[in-house]
């Protein structure tokens, strides 16, 4: 399996930016598609966007359409998640997850995590 190490988030102005990042490393990062997940304590973990192996195909959960772009460079081993517009409800621990399966977006099918960052939307 892939190690992924996320960093970035934390306090963030209603309304403000920030960006997410997850590098990678172990295996050929290329050979995974890419997913950004989000949990709020007390509540089920859920789909934000995913990138497939090339960076060509994105996928968004309604949530996450026209304020979040997910991408990633392979020569960094690195995926991203550009979050704008943000909201007090996209406050949650924000996880990156990796995958063989291209296009998938179910939490069972992502078998490497990071260990999540927090993004706290807040005045």
């Known amino acids: 399996q892939v190690q992924l190490v996320e960093s970035g988030g934390g306090l963030v102005e209603p309304g403000g930016s920030t960006r997410l990042s997850c590098t990678a490393s172990?295996?050929?990062?290329?050979?995974?598609?890419m997913g950004w997940f989000r949990q709020v304590s007390g509540k089920e973990r859920e789909f934000v966007a995913a990138i497939g192996w090339s960076g060509v195909n994105t996928y968004y959960a309604d949530s996450a359409k026209d304020r979040f772009t997910i991408s990633r460079d392979n020569a960094k081993n690195a995926v991203y998640l550009q979050m704008s517009s943000l909201k007090p409800e996209d406050t949650a621990v924000y996880y990156c997850?990796?995958?063989?399966?291209?296009?998938?977006?179910?939490?069972?099918?992502?078998?490497?995590w990071g260990q999540g960052t927090q993004v706290t939307v807040s005045s």
């Open positions: 997850a990796a995958t063989s399966l291209y296009g998938s977006r179910r939490i069972t099918d992502f078998p490497s």
């Open positions: 172990g295996r050929t990062f290329s050979n995974y598609a």
